[in-house]
């Protein structure tokens, strides 16, 4: 784990490129979330130990869709923050992110790795494409450990 704290002062995190005047906002412990649009019974589920994980760790919250490219429906910000308010009502402390990209897995990662997150919550079935993608790439059977070594960062299964 990253170590971050709420509250640190003097510490922060960098927000767009140093090109653009970025800022630093308080560092603060990061749960990102991957979930699919329309949320699926599955993606709830994933999304509400999402929650829970960000509430055991005072953390904020990072609802993540990865629109992809090859598909022909495109989902907005606004549309998934819509739907999940349906379902959950308003978060505090949630941000919502919708990423094009190719592959969902290579998505996911690189947002994670931008980021910086503390935990990464995903579902069974993410879990299992992404020890596929990163057998690809490695071999090492110790996949999430792999990508905790990776990205510094737990990474958490939900159960639906």
Same mark, same amino acid.
């Given at each position: 784990?990253?170590?971050?704290?709420?509250?640190?002062?003097?510490?922060?995190?960098?927000?767009?490129?140093?090109? #653009?005047?970025?800022?630093?906002?308080?560092?603060?412990?990061?749960?990102?979330?991957?979930?699919?649009?329309?949320?699926?019974?599955?993606?709830?589920?994933?999304?509400?130990?999402?929650?829970?994980?960000?509430?055991?760790?005072?953390?904020?919250?990072?609802?993540?869709?990865?629109?992809?490219? #090859?598909?022909?429906?495109?989902?907005?910000?606004?549309?998934?923050?819509?739907?999940?308010?349906?379902?959950?009502?308003?978060?505090?402390?949630?941000?919502?992110?919708?990423?094009?990209?190719?592959?969902?897995?290579?998505?996911?990662?690189?947002?994670?790795?931008?980021?910086?997150?503390?935990?990464?919550?995903?579902? #069974?079935? #993410?879990?299992?494409?992404?020890?596929?993608?990163?057998?690809?790439?490695?071999?090492?059977?110790?996949?999430?450990?792999?990508?905790?070594?990776?990205?510094?960062?737990?990474?958490?299964?939900?159960?639906?």
């Amino acid at each position: 784990m990253n170590g971050r704290r709420s509250g640190t002062e003097g510490v922060g995190r960098p927000t767009g490129s140093f090109r #653009q005047g970025a800022y630093f906002r308080p560092t603060m412990t990061l749960v990102v979330v991957p979930v699919r649009y329309p949320l699926s019974r599955h993606s709830r589920a994933t999304l509400e130990r999402a929650m829970e994980v960000a509430a055991e760790h005072d953390a904020d919250l990072t609802v993540l869709h990865v629109n992809v490219y #090859q598909g022909d429906e495109r989902v907005t910000r606004r549309e998934l923050k819509s739907a999940v308010e349906a379902a959950f009502g308003r978060l505090n402390r949630a941000r919502y992110v919708v990423r094009p990209g190719f592959l969902v897995e290579e998505t996911i990662l690189d947002e994670v790795a931008a980021e910086d997150a503390d935990y990464v919550v995903i579902g #069974q079935k #993410q879990a299992g494409r992404w020890r596929r993608m990163v057998r690809r790439l490695i071999d090492d059977p110790d996949i999430e450990g792999f990508l905790r070594r990776e990205l510094d960062c737990e990474i958490i299964t939900a159960t639906s």
